[in-house]
């Protein structure tokens, strides 16, 4: 049987005017900025007149560690919002914007797929309304007010040995990591090592999906420290004077995207830190809205469990004072199979033992989101090659641990895929049975903080840090930022920092090779093992197959 592409299915959508979409969650047009006639912002005001409403039921979707088979989790979000939408609920979906790095390198789009995406698909996975280079040219100009401070007499004394504030750019290029600038002579500036990081991974990105408002965004932008003077005095991106014209830069881009599914119901996409080198999740003023107007929110945390979903709730949950009432656990056959040592050219046989012996990564993933008190459901992705017996695995696998598992088929039967799946998550959800509270206090110090994630969520047995890091923890522990969450920058595709080491290792150790304050996000940035800022491009990227075809529409675009 032959099946439609996502960018076929996505072609053939009906869409509705934006303003229809608005109308659903009682958003007039006045309080839209059209981008086109399918894609809209909604509007400062309306976001302000709707705080004192109630908040609705808060959902989460994550997933267990991601693998070359496939796992669906922006596919199971959008599902699961057309689903409670076809039961009867208001719902709204809550999701990332993509970034052009993993659209042009190896990951694809990041709209869903089959009959469970949002649209349009090829504006969201390329330029979309703009927001990305907002935030990349707010980031860069700041850096460029830092030399050009120095250039013109250096009034504050920054230490050029120690500016901490790179470039970044929205696209996968390794050889921009490192860097010297200002070569060619005094007309040039004075020559530094620097670098690059993607632009996913900016704190200016982190501050705008966690910034409550303008007047928020402005005092977070001034309180980034970009560099040191040589008796280690901290700058501020304030002393620079630049934080009201980087504010400027993301007016339009604090302000929420409202689209559609291909099912006409509304989706806020907006934001979008990586989950593996940043905080991983949608923005908190896309979601606090979505809350103040639907009765139920469906939102997404990046990569696996391990590290969208303990950030979202770690890191989102303890700013914005959210409390998910459930969590969706996205599995399929097939990446089981991947956990249980099947190569991906046997993935279409059955195998119910590998199946079995894959599972204990997704029980971990169980265990870790009940330990924030929260209840689990397990979503299976439904692949057409999947037998009865190797779903029966995963439904056995989840009810050892005390969760259930419920097949999907979302994304090739759209929301009638999603019925049972939406109408248990909605019971749960209504129950108020939800205890949840973050992993730790934040009290506790930088090193404990990551000693508790790098042993409850990961399993590894110790934390290998040098003086040199411990020293600097400590050292922001004294300026005053030792109540700060910690964001951990680790590879997304197992528990440890070794990629290759699938299921549920233990027995591994978590090496740091670098920390960074990110004191306007309000976050320290914990670097391990090999993980990098700013990714490279696989051997053959998906750039290789992307283009135009004869009548002018974009191909190899997924």
Sequence with gaps: MSYKSDIEIAREAKKRPIQEIGAKLGIDSDHLLPYGHDKAKVSQEFIQSVQGNDNGKLILVTAINPTPAGEGKTTTTVGLGDGLNKIGKKATICIREASLGPCFGMKGGAAGGGYAQVVPMEEMNLHFTGDFHAITSAHNLLTAMIDNHIYWGNELEIDERRITWRRVMDMNDRALRDTVISLGGVANGFARQTGFDITVASEVMAILCLARDLEDLQKRLGDIIVAYTRDRKAIYARDIGADGAMTVLLKDAMQPNIVQTLENNPAFVHGGPFANIAHGCNSVIATTTALKISDYVVTEAGFGADLGAEKFMNIKCRKA????????????????????????????????????????????????????????????????????????????????????????????????????????????????????????????????????????????DEVLADQKIRDQLRLWEDAGYGHLPVCMAKTQYSFSTDPTLRGAPTGHSVPIREVRLAAGAGFIVVICGEIMTMPGLPRKPAALEIGLNETGEVEGLF
């Design 321 to 460: 004072g959210l409390s998910p009432d459930v969590v969706v656990l996205v599995a399929t056959v097939r990446a089981m199979k991947m956990n249980g040592g099947v190569a991906k050219k046997d993935l279409d046989e059955e195998n119910v033992a590998a199946v079995a012996d894959g599972c204990p990564n997704l029980a971990r993933h169980i265990g870790n989101l009940k330990a924030f008190g929260v209840p689990v459901v397990v979503a299976i992705n439904h692949f057409v090659t999947d037998t009865d017996a190797e779903v029966t695995a995963i439904r056995d696998a989840a009810a050892a641990e005390g969760a259930e598992a419920i097949l999907c088929r979302h994304w090739e039967l759209g929301s009638e895929g999603t019925v049972e799946l939406a109408t248990r998550v909605a019971e749960i959800a209504d129950a108020g049975v939800s205890q949840f509270a973050p992993l730790y206090r934040d009290d506790k110090s930088l090193f404990e903080k990551i000693d508790i994630i790098a042993k409850r969520i990961y399993r590894a």
